[in-house]
């Protein structure tokens, strides 16, 4: 399994190149995940659900399980967070983990870059960026520059890096 990571500051629309990215390599035959870092505490559970419940009880796993699809909640009761590649040992085998956040993991990344939101670019100092996707136009920038708003050019783009898609 390939893993590249879509990396920038907050608002630079990383959500919405992964949302654009998927059906793209789809079309070219690439299975893809996805794996999301959050600051934030993330429960997929309601209070007074039963998976709620159990996990509030004292549980470190609770699995939900339905027809058409299934959900793994996992407490870490004191253990540390785990980083990319445990959570990935965990992930169904596909052809490629586009990974969200993590910008400071030593992973290949494209970094999603707006000069308008007047962030510094991350490139310079991540020797793991290998292209930079950006809704202007950059120089100097040591990578490929790769147009944000075309969708098409960046899963080309990953397709051909990684040998990915229809052989």
Same mark, same amino acid.
């Given at each position: ?5 879509i990396?920038?500051y !907050?608002?630079?629309?990383k ?6 990215? %998927? ?5 070219r ?5 996805t794996m999301k ?5 993330v429960?997929?559970?309601r ?5 709620r419940?159990l996990?509030?009880a004292?549980a470190?796993?609770?699995a939900a ?9 996992? #407490?870490?009761?004191g253990?540390?967070e785990p ?7 965990r992930?169904a085998p596909?052809?490629?983990l586009?990974? #969200?956040?993590?910008k400071?993991?030593g992973?290949?990344?494209i970094?999603?870059?707006r000069p ?5 670019m991350l490139?310079g ?7 930079v996707?950006s809704?202007a136009?950059? !120089? ?5 520059v790769?147009d944000l708003?075309?969708a098409?050019? %960046?899963a ?8 990915l898609?229809r052989?």
């Amino acid at each position: 399994m390939k893993l590249l990571g879509i990396a920038g500051y !907050s608002g630079s629309g990383k959500t919405t190149l992964v949302e654009r990215l %998927i059906p793209e390599l789809r079309r070219r035959g690439v299975t893809v995940s996805t794996m999301k870092h959050t600051h934030h505490n993330v429960s997929i559970d309601r209070p007074g659900s039963v998976s709620r419940a159990l996990r509030d009880a004292g549980a470190v796993d609770v699995a939900a399980a339905a027809p058409d699809r299934w959900a793994l909640m996992h #407490e870490h009761r004191g253990a540390p967070e785990p980083g990319v590649e445990a959570l990935a040992r965990r992930m169904a085998p596909v052809d490629l983990l586009l990974v #969200e956040g993590f910008k400071r993991h030593g992973h290949d990344k494209i970094e999603v870059h707006r000069p308008a939101n007047r962030k510094p670019m991350l490139c310079g100092g991540d020797p793991h960026i290998v292209a930079v996707a950006s809704d202007a136009p950059l !120089s100097g920038v040591g990578v490929p520059v790769l147009d944000l708003n075309d969708a098409a050019a %960046i899963a080309d783009f990953i397709v051909a890096r990684y040998g990915l898609g229809r052989r």
